[in-house]
T-cell receptor, first 114, second 113 residues
Framework: DSGVTQTPKHLITATGQRVTLRCSPR?????VYWYQQSLDQGLQFLIQ???????AKGNILERFSAQQFPDLHSELNLSSLELGDSALYFC?????????????FGEGSRLTVL | GENVEQHPSTLSVQEGDSAVIKCTYS??????FPWYKQELGKRPQLIID?????GEKKDQRIAVTLNKTAKHFSLHITETQPEDSAVYFC????????????FGKGTKLSVIP
């Protein structure tokens, strides 16, 4: 158990819908990262927050948004869903703002868009 | 931005043999190279990492080598065991102050008993 909690574990929805994925980082971790894992695409970095502020942005679509709340949990909002958004979405956390630190991943939220 | 290429995409070895996975990166400013292991249906977990001021690092049966000039790094697993079967991802940051890790597409390692 990494200490990172993600909900829901599984989510099935239809095209055009909107979903919210939630992540609680390890106790004491201030940095939260979101990654998308699709078949054959490895782990794609989406966005990173540190202590409530956005710190790095990857190839995150405009239909996706995220935020980190004062209690340090984070939410990833996916809207106008398309079939291609079906993937495993991982949240990870780390202790501090570091360019060389270990990431602790949650178990992921598997999104299926029908 | 950083681009990380990983080879091979699949690898099968006999139990007890060695396995080598290779990665190349594009950004010469990258200074941190971790390797993550993801077992089937599980989360990725860090198994070893190396920083750019070191050429090699070992941890029991696992070792990582880094060639900064050629911009490639490799994972070596010796005396493989069935529990080593998993998908392995290499990654690289984009230099000091970069919090974004770019991952390779993964290598599925199968260790045949």
């Amino acid at each position: 158990d990494s200490g990172v909690t993600q909900t829901p574990k599984h989510l099935i929805t239809a095209t055009g819908q909107r979903v919210t994925l939630r992540c609680s980082p390890r106790s004491g971790d201030l940095s939260v990262y979101w990654y998308q894992q699709s078949l054959d695409q490895g782990l794609q970095f989406l966005i990173q927050y540190y202590n409530g502020e956005e710190r790095a942005k990857g190839n995150i679509l405009e239909r996706f948004s995220a935020q980190q709340f004062p209690d340090l949990h984070s939410e990833l909002n996916l809207s106008s869903l398309e079939l291609g958004d079906s993937a495993l979405y991982f949240c990870a956390s780390s202790v501090e703002l570091s360019d060389t630190g270990e990431l602790f991943f949650g178990e992921g939220s598997r999104l299926t868009v029908l | 931005g950083e681009n990380v290429e990983q080879h091979p995409s699949t690898l099968s070895v006999q139990e007890g043999d060695s396995a080598v996975i290779k990665c190349t990166y594009s950004d010469s400013a990258s200074n941190y190279f971790p390797w993550y292991k993801q077992e089937l249906g599980k989360r990725p977990q860090l198994i070893i990492d190396i920083r750019s001021n070191v050429g090699e690092k070992k941890d029991q049966r696992i070792a990582v080598t880094l060639n900064k000039t050629a911009k490639h790094f490799s994972l070596h697993i010796t005396e493989t065991q069935p529990e080593d079967s998993a998908v392995y991802f290499c990654a690289a940051n984009s230099g000091a102050g970069s919090y974004q890790l770019t991952f390779g597409k993964g290598t599925k390692l199968s260790v045949i008993p």
